[in-house]
Nanobody, 115 residues
């Protein structure tokens, strides 16, 4: 049973913006800190940001200032907004739901930044 689904990836030109989304089942969303990360082929995973159930956010330095995330409780969805994208930002972007003893992963959505 799929419980997290990311969408919104695709091809974007350098300097462009993209808004992703991660929809979770209600039972997971309401009890989880939602976390975004990315991984490009052959590279380590980068933590990007997280947002708690209460809406508190954390942004890692890797994309700070160009990555923001919001949370829509009514839709059980988190929305990262990425701006000023560059080719080095090409990766599979994933969300996961963190609970005290469990972690749920989505399948990821690929973002390619190229002219």
């Amino acid at each position: 049973q799929v419980q997290l689904v990311e969408s919104g990836g695709g091809l974007v030109q350098p300097g462009g913006s993209l808004r992703l989304s991660c929809a979770a089942s209600g039972s997971i969303f309401g009890s989880s800190r939602m976390v975004w990360s990315r991984q490009d082929e052959g590279k380590e995973r980068d933590l990007l940001a997280s947002i708690t159930q209460g809406g508190s956010t954390y942004y890692a330095d890797v994309m700070k200032g160009r990555f923001t995330t919001s949370r829509n409780t009514a839709k059980n969805t988190v929305y990262p907004q990425m701006n000023s994208l560059q080719p080095e930002n090409t990766a599979v972007y994933c969300c996961h739901a963190d609970q005290p003893v469990l972690r749920y992963w989505g399948q990821g959505t690929h973002v390619a930044v190229s002219s």
